[in-house]
């Protein structure tokens, strides 16, 4: 039987709320000990020049063995 990390990283999914992740945490044995969030950028073209805008962010949580 393998043994669980004691830290593991999640990372709330495209339709997943902050919440549901949390609650999966949970489920899995695990409880938020810091949150990240990292920006996410896209190239767009305007005028013949690319651009490289906003476009989002990913927002992951670390978890500590319970």
């Not at 593991?8 to 339709?15: K, S, T, Y």
């Amino acid at each position: 039987m393998s043994k669980k990390p004691n830290k593991r990283r999640f990372e709330v999914q495209e339709n997943e709320s902050i919440d549901e992740c949390l609650t999966r945490m949970k489920e899995e044995g695990y409880f938020p000990i810091r949150r990240m969030e990292e920006p996410i950028f896209k190239e767009e073209i305007v005028d013949g020049v690319v651009e490289v805008v906003p476009f989002g962010r990913k927002i992951v949580f670390e978890g500590k063995l319970t």
